[in-house]
Each structure stands twice: as structure tokens, then as C-alpha cells.
């Protein structure tokens, strides 16, 4: 089955500043990575997805890359705000009609520093 | 708009009682899942559902059963609780889709096994 690894566990970086995380997955086969906001004590929510057929996707201050070869996937904020404080999850699945799951990574607790 | 509701929101259980987490959305989706999340780490799979009827296990499924009935409801079992059971549970539900899309979660259901 899949198994993502994600880095690094928690995350400081002073306000306004680039925060990277990182995550890396094992099935070729997946081909949607999507990643998850979680800000405490409340659900995980989308905040951006990539499909393998594209190799890097912005939203505003958020950016996602994909790299398929090395099974490589980053989240890049750039400009950090305090409410970016939050857990960050990485996740990888693939379409296989019948066996759709979607596994998560261990996930990044982001600080922001003002 | 609904969306996935999870009830109840807590509970604590004694060692050796049993409950059912219930899990229901009115977005049509196909696709269910349970996921636990120890506190300070990741979210892991129980159970999923690509449709009624039609249930398998994921990454943790021992202590654990699942049944999906209808399209909109999909319970979780815990028959013996255990303190290894202690955890927030999360619900989620994604739509069939040749394209591959976002999961959506439930506001989660902490319990406690004492």
C-alpha cells in the first residue's frame, strides 16, 4: 500500500517569512496529492491539490510542486501570517475504481512568530 | 448546506463498553472514510467505503467494524473499547469521480476510554 513520509514535524518561521514542507510517497501509482489545513480542535479542510499531469500549482500565497520521478511532493507558503499557524497534511491517492484511498502523512505543526 | 456530520461530538467510555461513531453526508458521495488522529500525530485509516454495500479495511481496522447500508450513512463500531482507542475520529466523504477531488471531514468525535 502507500505510505508518505512528510518533513518536518513542526516548523518555526518568523512572520513574513518562506515556510517549506516536504513530502515524499512510495506508489507510483498515486496521482493526486492534495494537502490539509488543521487549526486546533477543528476538521482538516483542502487548501490546495496537484495531479500528476501538472508539475507546479499556485494559489496566492500557497504553492504546491510535484515531483514524479523522485515521488517527491513540496507545500511552499510564502509571506507568513499568524493565521497560518496550523497542522499542514500531505496526502497521496490514486484512482482505481474500487480501491480509492487516500493515505495521509504524520503532518507539520507550523508556528508563525510575529 | 450539511455536509458530513459526525455525533456525537464526545464521549468517554469504560474499558469493555461498546458504541457506534455515526457518520452521515447529503453531498451523494460515494466514497467514505474513517481516520483516527492520536493526539500530535497524523490521521490513519480505519475503515473506507467506495459505495453501499461495499466496505474494506484501511490501515488500523482491529477493534473496529463498519457497515454502509445507504449512500448517506456510515457507522463506526468499537464492540470491546480499549485506552489504545482513545483518539478523535474523523468521518470524510469524497464523490466519484474520474477526477480525482478533495475530501471533505466531519467536525470529529474525541473519546475518551477510561
Known amino acids: 500500500g502507500e505510505n508518505v513520509e512528510q518533513h518536518p514535524s513542526t516548523l518555526s518561521v518568523q512572520e513574513g517569512d518562506s515556510a517549506v514542507i516536504k513530502c515524499t510517497y512510495s506508489?507510483?501509482?498515486?496521482?493526486?496529492f492534495p494537502w490539509y489545513k488543521q487549526e486546533l480542535g477543528k476538521r482538516p479542510q483542502l487548501i490546495i491539490d496537484?495531479?500528476?499531469?501538472?508539475g507546479e500549482k499556485k494559489d496566492q500565497r500557497i504553492a504546491v510542486t510535484l515531483n514524479k520521478t523522485a515521488k517527491h511532493f513540496s507545500l511552499h507558503i510564502t509571506e507568513t501570517q499568524p493565521e497560518d499557524s496550523a497542522v499542514y497534511f500531505c496526502a497521496a491517492s490514486y484512482s482505481n475504481f474500487g480501491n480509492e484511498k487516500l493515505t495521509f502523512g504524520t503532518g507539520t505543526r507550523l508556528t508563525i512568530i510575529p | 448546506n450539511a455536509g458530513v456530520t459526525q455525533t456525537p461530538k464526545f464521549r468517554i467510555l469504560k474499558i469493555g463498553q461498546s458504541m457506534t461513531l455515526q457518520c452521515t453526508q447529503d453531498m451523494n458521495h460515494n466514497y467514505m472514510y474513517w481516520y483516527r488522529q492520536d493526539p500530535g500525530m497524523g490521521l490513519k485509516l480505519i475503515y473506507y467505503?467506495?459505495?453501499?454495500?461495499?466496505?474494506d479495511k484501511g490501515e488500523v481496522p482491529n477493534g473496529y467494524n463498519v457497515s454502509r447500508s445507504t449512500t448517506e450513512d456510515f457507522p463506526l463500531r468499537l464492540e470491546l473499547a480499549a485506552p489504545s482507542q482513545t483518539s478523535v475520529y474523523f468521518c470524510?466523504?469524497?464523490?466519484?469521480?474520474?477526477?480525482?477531488?478533495?475530501?471533505?471531514f466531519g467536525q470529529g468525535t474525541r473519546l475518551t476510554v477510561v
Open positions: 467505503s467506495v459505495g453501499a454495500g461495499i466496505t
Open positions: 470524510a466523504s469524497r464523490p466519484l469521480s474520474l477526477r480525482l477531488t478533495e475530501a471533505f
Open positions: 506508489d507510483s501509482a498515486s496521482n493526486y
Open positions: 496537484i495531479r500528476s499531469n501538472v
